[in-house]
């Protein structure tokens, strides 16, 4: 908080009412055209923002003290304004401090002063609070803290708005608050689509923007280090070069979104196509050769970006290691003689590793891939990468060693997309494959893409990984059932990092992405038929989606002439996956129902043609259904008792339940699965330890909390649970239960669970809240920081929670509270417990995730449940 501003020389107090207000009028339009032809003379941004707060500050401070208020009440500004960066259009954010009562007249006086405001041309954002009130706000919105932070008096009194600086410090919780910094900018990513490499990017919001420099600010002023890039550097949380860096890439940003401002007269934060080549101008940008002022202002911003997201991550994860410190030297772990682990952190052995070997930079994000306790990298593992990206040239390329290991990231489990970003990030992707790399930060002028090709690329690769992951089977559940079912799923990957690399070089970029690809998998060592099926996929990609829109799927010539193209029933199936894909990687607004519903046509069409009979369900969930019927009819039930339970049982059901077990669900439910009573019944684990539940039920409300804390009540833990409703608004839940002390016989608890269950969930009884759980002494040793993420769905109706904490008895039931405490509907949930680590994710839905404040308020709530308990 900073020092009150100075009071206007020239009294107003004498001064009539519309004298004074035409007077401060014409002074701040005076005052901001004499800012903007300096800015215009010689582009200084800071000179502007501060010159605008300044004008501000005069103009009023004159008006309140005109208004003639009690000396008690404060007036302050905040947020940015307070902070001293007041853009041409921003609002004018202002905080009136209220004593604990105010008399009627000076409740008039003050909607006199806001309306006042606005009379003179001032947006204004103002909220008039006592200091209790501010507290509360603060407390429960971390945006309303953040703002109060950045407070700095213009007029009133002084020891009351000392007294709010101080109570806000008081208040603050540093951990609480870098929590909730972080958790507020993964939601603002997610909002972004995770990437700065838009089209047409948001300066202010998009990841590689404005933003990310000010949460530095507001987390390192919070932890008393200052906002200032010099004391960042002289507290060692970055390079004085990286000061330099940020300082350079600040004020590009502030250039782009002032021109913005004065451009287009409005708070106007994105960089439309319309003015893009405009603000190229007046940043003093000439087009090139080969490239419009537009795009030579585009690639500068994308750089710009990418630099900024970088020092972002480098510059948290220093203040984390400082707001979070290890007691005493923090725990290294030795995971080959090339890295180590430390704060869960991959960290290079030595800083010239990658100059004294190579191949361990593609190693690198191999074990990111490979080993799920490391979150991220190392600052100096980051930097090392950043300089390690000119030692690839071809010799490196040429290296069999390399090319296995770049193949090997295609292949594995996890990771894939995440790490392909990183690449990406620190110039790595485009350096071992120099196609990908010509294509980086290249715009693309259509009406549809609104990513960068490079971007676009990964978006494609994101969406095909997507539909391998069980979580998110219920977004497009025939294209999850397809890829499951398709052997070496990864070379639709391959298809989809190739498919638009050739893009910018003239020609057909299909046909010339073709050879890159083909060229790349000879070189990596596919099979014949493998390289040409990646390459007749790349050739392709736009094929099936112009024959789907374009020509008329009744015509049987048009459906004999693609399946004439397409030969066989793999190429199809792959080829319909990558379009879905690619499609949707465009932007969120080109995928809608409509396509999709013309792509499956064609593709069951097509299909019906290849195999010469009616299409049948993909194969996985088939041998699923078909090996549940034998087992069914071995325990002597007739054929068909199975259909009216099954009828109401979705594809996520039979992807995640295995035949033996949804043949045990039937077995117990075909004869009253419209019943309303409960069904509850459990059995030793047949696939190992633990005893195996099962609850069938007219959903209830809460119904997943009451089982949570049933299980913990009785001394269980969940170390495996699939929640899932049914079509005709039953739950179906599975858990694996386990006692923590390994004193239970499970086979002897089997009738006692049943009954009494049942009795618990007949009665609607309340949640019985179990005894607040210990970490094993494993989580003690070698802690794990908690992590939760909400985010939307594709379809934008439902969402995913995704949890990752240490294991603990009654863990679930405190997550299931939370849900339950914000009446949130629990749709799906898959509970993985992996040694004592748990990875849960939700998928579920509520009028209250509406808001991105209530979502972070939910996340940090969730967080403060998985923390270690004291």
């Known amino acids: 908080m900073k020092k009150p501003a100075t009071r206007a020389a020239t009294s107003p107090a004498t001064e009539s009412r519309p004298g004074l207000h035409a007077r401060l009028k014409t002074r701040l339009q005076d005052g901001m055209g004499a800012l903007r032809d300096a800015y215009a003379a010689k582009a200084n941004p800071r000179r502007l923002l501060s010159g605008r707060c300044r004008l501000v500050d005069g103009v009023l401070t004159d008006l309140w003290r005109a208004t003639s208020l009690p000396d008690e009440l404060a007036f302050a500004a905040v947020g940015g304004y307070g902070r001293g960066e007041l853009y041409p259009a921003s609002d004018v954010d202002l905080l009136i401090l ?70 806000m410090h008081a208040q603050l919780d540093l951990k609480t608050f870098f929590n909730a910094k972080y958790l507020e900018q993964e939601q603002r990513y997610t909002r972004y689509e995770l990437t700065p490499y838009s089209l047409e990017p948001n300066c202010k919001e998009s990841p590689g923007g404005l933003r990310d420099l000010q949460v530095i600010g507001w987390i390192a002023q919070a932890a008393g280090i200052g906002a200032e890039w010099r004391g960042l550097a002289y507290a060692q949380l970055l390079t004085e070069a990286e000061a330099a860096q940020a300082r350079h890439a600040e004020r590009f940003l502030r250039q782009v979104r002032i021109g913005l401002h004065l451009l287009t007269g409005r708070r106007e934060d994105r960089l439309l196509f319309d003015y893009q080549e405009s603000l190229a101008r007046e940043l003093g940008l000439a087009a090139s050769p080969t490239k419009r002022a537009s795009e030579v202002l585009m690639q500068r911003y994308y750089q710009n970006a990418k630099l900024v997201t970088q020092l972002n991550t480098i510059i948290l994860q220093n203040l984390a ?203 990596h060592g596919l099979t014949a038929d493998d390289t040409a099926l990646v390459g007749w996929l790349v050739e392709h990609h736009l094929t099936m989606s112009s024959v789907a829109q374009k020509q008329d799927l009744a015509d049987s010539e048009v459906i004999g002439n693609f399946a004439a193209l397409v030969q066989d029933e793999r190429r199809l199936t792959a080829l319909y996956i990558l379009t879905h894909a690619d499609i949707r990687g465009t932007s969120p607004k080109v995928w809608n129902a409509w396509k999709g519903k013309l792509l499956e046509d064609l593709y069951f069409a097509t299909r019906r043609l290849l195999r010469g009979a009616t299409p049948h369900q993909a194969l996985g969930v088939e041998q699923r259904q078909e090996s549940t019927r034998r087992l069914i009819r071995y325990y002597g039930l007739m054929a068909g008792v199975e259909d009216k ?179 949130i509907n629990l749709h799906t949930a898959k509970i993985a417990t992996l040694g004592d680590r748990v990875e849960d994710n939700f998928l579920i839905s509520g009028a209250v995730l509406a808001r991105n404040n209530n979502v972070i308020r939910i996340e940090q709530e969730v967080l403060k449940e998985l923390q270690v308990p004291a």
């Open 98 to 167: 209220l004593p604990e009562s105010i008399t009627p007249e000076t409740e008039r006086r003050l909607e006199d002063l806001v309306g006042t405001f606005w009379d003179i041309g001032l947006d204004i954002g103002h909220s008039v609070r006592t200091l209790p009130e501010c507290l509360a706000e603060s407390a429960r919105d971390i945006t309303i803290q953040t703002s109060i932070l950045e407070a700095r008096l213009i007029g009133g009194d002084h020891t009351a708005f000392s007294r709010l600086c101080l109570a």
């Open 321 to 523: 290691a400082t707001i979070f410190p290890t007691p005493g030297k923090p725990a290294v772990y030795s995971i080959n003689p090339h890295f180590q682990m430390t704060r869960e952190l991959l960290d290079v052995t030595s800083e010239d590793l990658f100059k004294r070997e190579p191949r361990a930079i593609l190693e690198s994000f191999l074990l990111m891939q490979q080993r799920s306790e490391l979150k991220g990298m190392t600052a100096r593992t980051l930097r090392a990468l950043w300089r390690a990206r000119r030692l690839i040239g071809p010799t490196f390329r040429a290296d069999p060693a390399n090319r296995a290991m770049f193949l090997q990231m295609f292949k594995q489990k996890r990771g894939l997309v995440q790490e392909f970003r990183r690449m990406n990030q620190l110039g790595i992707l485009g350096a071992y494959l120099p196609s990908f790399g010509r294509i980086v930060g290249q715009m693309q002028h259509d009406l549809f893409h609104v990513y960068t090709v490079d971007q676009h690329i990964i978006q494609v690769l994101r969406n095909v990984r997507r539909f391998t992951v069980a979580e998110h089977a219920h977004e497009y559940p025939l294209l999850s059932r397809l890829i499951i079912g398709f052997e070496l799923h990864w070379l639709i990957y391959l298809a989809a990092l190739f498919h638009d690399i050739a893009k910018g070089r003239g020609g057909d970029h299909s046909k010339l992405g073709r050879k890159d690809a083909q060229d790349f998998c000879r070189e």
């Open 645 to 823: 339970l099954w009828d109401e049982l979705d594809t996520v059901y039979f992807m995640r339940h295995d035949a033996e077990e949804v043949a045990w669900h039937t077995r117990m439910l075909y004869y009253r699965s419209h019943g309303a009573q409960p069904v509850v019944r459990a059995r030793p684990n047949p696939f190992g330890e633990g005893l195996q539940v099962m609850v069938y039920a007219p959903d209830q409300r809460d119904l997943f909390m009451r089982l949570c804390g049933f299980f913990a009540r009785i001394g269980f833990s969940i170390v495996d649970a699939k929640i899932h409703t049914t079509r005709h608004g039953y739950a179906l839940d599975s858990f694996i239960l386990l006692d923590p002390r390994g004193e239970q016989n499970y086979r002897d608890v089997v009738g006692l669970l049943e009954h009494d269950l049942e009795d618990h969930l007949r009665q609607i009884a309340p949640a019985e809240t179990p005894i607040r759980g210990r970490l094993s002494r494993q989580a003690r040793h070698f802690p794990i920081t908690p992590e939760v993420l909400i985010r939307p769905d594709e379809r934008g109706q439902l969402y995913l929670m995704s949890v990752s904490a240490a294991d603990r008895p009654g863990l679930l039931y405190s997550v299931a509270r939370v849900l339950a405490k914000h009446r």
